[in-house]
């Protein structure tokens, strides 16, 4: 799940800017990334979900992690910008809807906003924040994971440059939003919330399947800029870049994975909601 980034630019970086569509490939995302909501297990430790209280889930993908809310006794409502995983999610017997994370509508209606895996893909980082600040009741928590400053930063070398030999400035048209602890923190602040922690978590994570499975699973947006005759050339470059690093010599693959978690509150919630 994304939200608009806003990128401009011209030529391919223009065409590029709307490149990253929340068309995931659901039955591709639990063949090649299935260890997404396996490795959710902490940061749900972290929440520590409570029975009765309403949960969002934010980016809630085809509800695999959503369900251990959902065990614990919590009400919740799952929330993505891809229609296919909110339909996986339903499936499951989830409330999920469709929506934008940079959009959000919910007025005082959750105790608590949980999100893994999903905020690095939401680039309007600060329109998630008011939107998540409004969702909250007073005093409510919101915990989350996903990736922070130097997340595959293997991978983003290699992709930025195998775009730039081919005329893309991968970083005018990157889907991802990886901060700093600093950073966050702060952004955190500024919207109100107290940090009861946060940290940077380096998570080398070995891959199910080849590199080329996961750049065509979370990085295919990246190919389409280039014309179909371009994309597999591409890939292959990259994979042939990020071998040396990320490869072993049994030809088994483990992604540079850093992931910032963190556990925050509402200690200013918006005007108007404080009584509710």
């Known amino acids: 799940?994304?939200?608009?980034?806003?990128?401009?630019?011209?030529?391919?970086?223009?065409?590029?800017?709307?490149?990253?569509?929340?068309d995931w490939d659901v039955r591709r995302y639990r063949?090649?990334?299935?260890?997404?909501?396996?490795?959710?297990?902490?940061?749900?430790?972290?929440?520590?979900?409570?029975?009765?209280?309403?949960?969002?889930?934010?980016?809630?993908?085809?509800?695999?992690?959503?369900e251990s809310l959902i065990a614990?006794?919590?009400?919740?409502?799952?929330?993505?910008?891809?229609?296919?995983?909110?339909?996986?999610?339903?499936?499951r017997g989830i409330d999920a809807r469709t929506a934008d994370a940079a959009a959000l509508s919910f007025t005082a209606e959750f105790d608590a906003v949980f999100s893994n895996a999903a905020l690095h893909w939401m680039t309007a980082a600060d329109a998630v924040l008011a939107g998540v600040r409004r969702a909250l009741r007073p005093g409510g928590r919101f915990v989350g994971e996903f990736g922070g400053a130097g997340n595959v930063a293997a991978?983003?070398?290699?992709?930025?440059?195998?775009?730039?030999?081919?005329?893309?400035d991968f970083a005018s048209i990157s889907p991802?939003?990886?901060?700093?602890?600093d950073a966050y923190h702060g952004r955190l602040e500024a919207h109100g919330f107290g940090v009861d922690t946060i940290e940077s978590i380096p998570?080398?994570?070995?891959?199910p399947g080849a590199m080329e499975d996961w750049l065509e699973t979370l990085a295919a947006p990246a190919f389409r800029v280039l014309s179909e005759r371009e994309r597999a050339a591409a890939r292959d470059k990259a994979v042939a870049l990020l071998r040396p690093a990320l490869c072993d010599e049994r030809g088994r693959w483990t992604a540079d994975?850093?992931?910032?978690?963190?556990?925050?509150?509402?200690t200013t919630p918006p005007a108007g909601t404080e009584n509710r």
Do not use: Q
């Open 72 to 91: 614990a006794g919590a009400e919740v409502v799952g929330i993505d910008a891809s229609a296919d995983m909110v339909a996986a999610a339903r499936a």
């Open 203 to 207: 998570r080398p994570t070995p891959l």
């Open 155 to 168: 991978i983003v070398t290699a992709l930025t440059a195998v775009l730039a030999g081919r005329g893309v």
């Open 31 to 66: 063949d090649h990334a299935a260890f997404v909501p396996a490795l959710g297990a902490p940061v749900v430790t972290l929440l520590a979900p409570r029975p009765g209280e309403r949960i969002l889930d934010l980016g809630c993908g085809d509800g695999t992690l959503t």
């Open 176 to 181: 991802w939003y990886f901060p700093t602890v």
């Open 1 to 22: 799940m994304k939200s608009d980034n806003g990128t401009g630019g011209t030529g391919r970086e223009a065409e590029a800017a709307g490149a990253f569509p929340d």
């Open 257 to 266: 994975y850093v992931r910032l978690r963190f556990a925050a509150r509402l």
